[in-house]
């Protein structure tokens, strides 16, 4: 079917991945939990694989899977 | 306890969400041209998409929410239901029935039994599964709408309406691949969701190590008949009895009842989930799908049983300050119950106490209120802090709360958004499985076959459509049937017992033994699932009364426990629906020749050659490859 699934996932994790992280760098003091600035961690976290997933469809896209 | 309040962060974030869900469901909305597009996604799926989508179908509401209910309850033995459970029935499912399933061309799981035996077992276990999707359907979407009502204080109505509104969108736009290509964004949602509260809740109780110190501390104060691995170990405390361990079994029950009954008759005969791996574009990615799905289902039981442990630890760490959640009361009564406390005196404590209750509708424990009034007379406390000390002094729990106790307690906003947004996840996933399950049986099983035959393509496109919004319409009247339940879990079980357990005879027999007929089939699914019906009338669990959980005709057999009672109700089904299947096809004569039952019964089909394919892409290596990780788990944790 004409979508690549990879092209959401990675554009939605990125997305949501900067969201948390600049939240957390910039009220940092409402970003920690356990001593933690989660917010901030988890946020690089899912920035991290959403441009993965996002690299994963480029090179999908030009290299279009056989079968 | 106060409800919490989301930032504009949060809202943000499960925003981004919805808008992604339902944006996948528009952009697929013009690929959707024949009924098979929207049905069955007219097989052009890859492999590691249906895979995700095959666990992420499974993985619905009830999982986050009723496996860490199973944690805290029955603690690591809960992983009996992935390693156990699961993955053998899986690779069973990818190995030796994807063939038949797949080759045969079969649009459904019913269709299979049409051309295997007859009409009559295709309208049995159409009319059967239709049924159990929608109260599969119904029973996520009631722990979504609690848990957003407990967590936001959403009104319960409105969660329930507006979240199924958004499902019914995405599917109704994109259908089934709809659904498929959302739960693979739901599964990555959820892990990454939860993950980082598993993380912090781990950290918190000192580490897995830790952890488990807490854990047998709890098991041996808990009962004296436990031994302090009761929550720590998968099959010890199982071996030793139903007595001494939490969930109340025995291995006998879990390896046949749940591994092999319940469990086989989930992975390898339900639609929900075979739908997944019957969408993939070709005969090999059919066969790996269930594999791809096998890898996360493994590791799992760390990202959903392992919260309800870190639970129970968090209770046995007094400086926490945490408990089992109670059930959930609302604010007007706390404030009653505040009010009892505050102008009580340390004398009259059975009054203090009874006033409480009543107040609340839940029974407390009286030491802890007598110990919070001599707390307030002595030096006056704040509202907030009565409050809390009623909090922690309500005698019941409730398990289905833990998993939303533990967001609270670890997640800032930001973070809360994200885990907030994967719960919502995991209810849209196993509510929109449910619905295009429902869908495609309803419409190819049921209409096309009985109500409205030979019609244009373009009317079964719309009979699926509006069998879509029918299908949602009656889940939303099964989550209020559902809301009367306290552990979904284990209403679901019962009901797969009735259902699914036979099944997997009918599955066995006639896949494996051309001699089954199609009165075989036919009388002996009726008798199975008659037969489980009769069992639950006729047994009860400890401490239940005879009513709906069971004995209404008459109590012959007690059982330790509700699971117990599920896992021998599935064992005699099995055993009554193999024994009537195979007895009635000796006494009947086969109406099909061994031509027509090419690429349905293993013994007439051409074995699958996989000589085109590498070595370690041929589902049988990666099948046994999986096995043996599984079996080192169950070693590991033994």
Known sequence: MGLDIRWPIGLMFTLIGVLLAVFGAVKASDSVSLDININLVWGIVLLVFGVFMLLGAISGKKNPPSA | ?638
């Open chain 2, 1 to 638: 306890m106060q409800t919490i309040h989301l930032q504009w962060i949060d809202y943000t974030i499960l925003i981004a969400y919805v808008a992604f869900v339902l944006g996948i469901g528009w952009t697929l909305s013009r690929y959707m041209k024949t009924s098979s597009d929207f049905l069955t996604s007219a097989r052009s799926i890859p492999t590691w998409v249906t895979g995700l989508a095959f666990i992420s179908a499974n993985l619905g509401a009830l999982e986050l929410v009723g496996m860490a209910a199973s944690g805290a309850k029955y603690g690591i033995a809960t992983a009996h239901f992935y390693w156990v459970g699961a993955i053998p029935a899986m690779i069973f499912l990818a190995v030796f029935m994807m063939p038949f399933y797949y080759g045969s061309k079969a649009r459904s799981v019913p269709e299979y039994l049409k051309m295997r035996f007859d009409e009559r077992v295709r309208f049995l276990n159409s009319v059967a599964f239709a049924i159990m999707t929608i109260f599969a359907s119904g029973v996520s979407m009631n722990a979504l709408a609690k848990l957003l009502n407990q967590l936001l204080g959403w009104n319960y109505n409105a969660a329930l309406w507006i979240c199924s509104g958004v499902v019914l969108l995405y599917v109704l736009k994109g259908g089934l691949t709809s659904a498929i290509y959302t739960e693979v964004l739901q599964f990555f949602m959820i892990v990454l969701g939860f993950a980082p509260v598993v993380y912090l809740g781990l950290k918190d109780v000192g580490g897995w190590h830790s952890m488990n110190t807490s854990l047998q501390g709890v098991a041996v104060a808990t009962s004296t008949n436990y031994a302090a691995n009761a929550w720590t170990s998968t099959w010890q405390p199982l071996l030793a009895g139903p007595a001494h361990n939490p969930m109340g079994v025995d291995w006998f029950a879990i390896v046949f009842g749940l591994g092999f009954v319940l469990s086989f008759g989930y992975w390898c005969t339900n639609f929900l989930v075979v739908q997944r791996a019957m969408a993939a574009k070709n005969m090999t990615a059919a066969r790996n799908t269930p594999l791809v799905a096998a890898v996360p289902k493994m590791v799992f039981p760390f990202l959903v049983i392992v919260p309800g442990m870190i639970a129970v630890a968090l209770t046995a760490n007094p400086g926490k300050d945490y408990r089992i959640p109670p059930p959930v009361i609302a604010q007007a009564n706390y404030d009653q119950a505040v009010a009892v406390v505050k102008t009580a005196t340390p004398a009259d404590n059975a009054a203090t106490v009874a006033a409480v209750d009543k107040a609340l509708g839940k029974d407390v424990n009286p030491d802890k209120i007598a110990a919070l009034v001599t707390a307030n007379s002595t030096a006056k406390l704040a509202d907030a802090d009565i409050e809390k000390g009623i909090y922690f002094s309500v005698k019941e729990n409730d398990y289905d709360g833990v998993i939303l106790s533990l967001v609270k307690k670890y997640c800032p906003p930001g973070l809360l958004g994200l885990a907030l947004t994967a719960l919502l996840a995991s209810f849209m996933s196993g509510m929109a499985g449910n619905v295009t399950a429902f869908n495609t049986v309803f419409t190819y099983d049921l209409y096309q076959a009985y109500l409205a035959p030979a019609k244009s393509d373009s009317h079964y496109f719309w009979a699926g459509k509006i069998t879509t919004i029918a299908g949602i319409g009656l889940s939303i009247l099964a989550a209020y049937f559902a809301s009367m339940y306290n552990n979904a879990m284990d209403i679901i079980q019962l009901v797969f017992g009735f259902v699914n357990a036979p099944l997997f005879a009918t599955f066995l027999l006639g896949m494996f033994w051309k001699r089954t007929t199609g009165t075989g089939a036919f009388l002996g699914l009726f008798g199975g699932i008659a037969g489980s019906t009769l069992f639950h009338a006729l047994t009860i669990a400890q401490g239940n009364l005879p009513g709906v959980k069971g004995g209404y005709i008459k109590v012959l057999e007690t059982f330790p426990s509700e699971m117990a009672q599920n896992f021998w109700l599935a064992a005699f089904a099995f055993t009554v629906c193999f024994t009537l299947t195979l007895v009635i096809s000796l006494a009947t004569k086969s109406m099909k020749t061994d031509a027509e039952l090419r690429g349905l019964v293993y013994s007439l089909t051409p074995k699958t050659v996989d000589h085109n394919l590498s070595f370690w892409q041929r589902p049988a290596v990666l099948g046994t490859i999986l096995l043996i990780i599984c079996l080192i788990l169950n070693v590991v944790f033994f």
